[in-house]
């Protein structure tokens, strides 16, 4: 469940009446040792690649897509990429889908992250964030860095018109191969920010959950709106 609530309408005010929120990361973790002892063993069995270690320490119905059923197997074919389940002008990057959701695994297991009303643990943070019906979710961006400089241009020498510190910004058109993306800040201000510091609201978030055992598990790990 989401907790922090993003003012409606704040992303459409005009400039001399909008307000800047700052959304810093807060783990709760700490207050669950378990949960911070099961994480840790996680991450290590995730840095390993040690696939059969990390789909037993997945529920067995957990959520991986908003379009398929889930559960174990899929989330092992999700880790390995078997070049046959790929179309015929896919199966050549195979290997850059495997890194790169193993890479998304890790990053988000290693997120600050926060308990929901239902002692469920939420990774990353900022998934907790409650977007307004008039935004958009996918032009939405969490800044993931302190005093990140926001410049009239799209060059580390351009004028910096205002250093932004964990804030939801929006990015009309984003462009993923480029250094730095056009924003709007909620206040009306528009300018340049390095896209190394913006990681979308509609991007991977994972749950971790207490099993009537006792135990914790994976549950969700998926993206998208």
């Given amino acids: 469940m989401k907790l922090f609530l993003l003012v409606a309408g704040l992303l ?18 700490g207050q669950n040792p378990s949960l911070v002892a099961f994480r840790a063993d996680l991450l290590a069995k ?25 559960g174990p197997e899929e989330f092992r074919t999700n880790l390995t990429v ?8 896919f199966k050549d990057e195979a290997a ?19 308990f929901d009303d239902q002692g469920e643990f939420w990774m990353p943070h900022y998934w907790r964030i409650i977007l307004p019906a008039t935004v958009d979710p996918f032009t939405a961006f969490y800044v993931s860095g302190e005093s990140i400089t926001l410049r009239q241009a799209p060059s580390r020498g351009a004028p910096i018109l205002a250093l932004i510190s964990h804030e939801i910004v929006i990015v009309p058109d984003y462009q993923p191969d480029e250094e730095y993306q056009k924003i709007r800040l909620t206040d009306g201000t528009s300018g340049y920010l390095l896209s190394d510091f913006l990681a979308s609201m509609v991007g991977y978030r994972a749950a971790l959950v ?9 549950c969700t790990f998926v993206t998208g709106d």
């Fill in 12 to 29: 459409l005010a005009s400039p001399a009446l909008a307000q800047r929120q700052t959304f810093p990361p807060i783990d709760e973790a």
């Fill in 46 to 70: 995730i840095e390993a690649r040690d696939t059969d270690a990390v789909v037993a320490a997945a529920c067995p119905d957990i959520y991986l897509s908003h379009g398929t059923a889930g």
């Fill in 82 to 89: 078997p070049p046959e389940t790929l179309g015929e002008e």
């Fill in 96 to 114: 850059e889908l495997r890194d790169f959701y193993w890479s998304q695994l890790q990053q988000t297991v290693s997120q600050p992250g926060y």
């Fill in 210 to 218: 207490r099993s009537e055992a006792g135990d914790w598990q994976l």
